[in-house]
């Protein structure tokens, strides 16, 4: 089992940042992938950013040029700065992680990012 702590989010006004991170515990192997999946309210949850525990990352093009993820293998944490945000960001930010051997998924509890003047 893995389990996923959450942190950051909140309130941020157009064109404002914000930031949130994730730390994994648990059985999470040496090998993995750690991300960002969102949902809007009354919208399917969609992917906003993974990265790989080597570093290897994909950003959903609604988000490139805005939003970086970056993780921390010794902390098993994994962060997503969110720059130039707009409303459409608004939703749950939920952690993601994924295994490497048998690709096991496992959710965070989700956090609020909430764009708005």
């Known amino acids: 089992q893995v389990q996923l702590v959450e942190s950051g989010g909140g309130l941020v006004q157009p064109g404002g940042s914000l930031s949130v991170s994730c730390t994994a515990s648990?059985?999470?192997?040496?090998?993995?992938?750690m991300g960002w999946y969102r949902q809007a309210p009354g919208r399917q949850r969609e992917l906003v950013a993974t990265?790989?525990?080597?570093?290897?990352?994909n950003h959903a093009d609604s988000v490139k040029g805005r939003f970086t993820i970056s993780r921390d293998n010794v902390k098993n944490t994994v962060y997503l700065q969110m720059n130039s945000l707009k409303p459409e960001d608004t939703g749950i930010y939920y952690c993601?992680?994924?295994?490497?051997?048998?690709?096991?998924?496992?959710w965070g509890q989700g956090t609020q990012v909430t764009v708005s003047s």
């Open positions: 648990g059985n999470i192997g040496r090998l993995n992938t």
């Open positions: 990265v790989t525990s080597g570093a290897i990352t």
């Open positions: 993601y992680f994924r295994t490497y051997w048998g690709g096991q998924e496992y």
